[in-house]
């Protein structure tokens, strides 16, 4: 499966509703380098009354509903369509990460289609999955630690 037209569309509505959002977890892990898949897409976001309003309208431009799981002690949002079962979370907090601004502060900027797409940096990923401690997330660490090692080689040789 290829996500671009996925991610294309996140970007583009994220980008029309000006909801400032920052593409977290394996999705964006994927995006850089890191040979994981996942099924869904995670945002962190700053949870204000402007940006609850904005979340609506971006679901509404996918044609989503937005559900409110329950997780102890969770600040998540899930945006879900059935008709080709597209999950986005919004977080308003994930462990290992103070701030939305100190996340967004070592993103990295892609471009779909015009529209850009704010993702989190690898070592973030990292630090937060490690904090997070769940066994899906302990999974992948020795993975993503080598794929950011491997860019780390990389960079240095272009240097």
Request: hydrophobic share 45%.
């Amino acid at each position: 499966m290829d996500a671009r037209p996925i991610l294309s569309t996140l970007a583009r509505v994220l980008g029309e509703h000006r909801l400032e959002a920052v593409l977290i977890g394996n999705a964006a892990a994927a995006l850089q380098g890191a040979p994981v898949t996942t099924l869904d897409f995670d945002f962190l976001f700053r949870k204000t009354p402007a940006n609850l309003r904005k979340l609506k309208a971006v679901a509404r431009s996918l044609g989503a509903m937005i559900l409110k799981p329950y997780y102890p002690a969770s600040d998540l949002w899930r945006l879900a369509r059935d008709e080709d079962s597209l999950q986005v979370d919004f977080m308003a907090r994930i462990h290992g990460v103070r701030s939305l601004a100190s996340l967004r502060s070592r993103a990295c900027r892609i471009d779909f289609d015009g529209h850009e797409l704010v993702v989190a940096d690898l070592a973030d990923i990292i630090r937060s999955k490690r904090a997070a401690g769940r066994p899906r997330d302990r999974a992948v660490l020795e993975v993503l630690a080598r794929t950011l090692d491997e860019k780390k080689s990389l960079q240095k040789r272009q240097a």
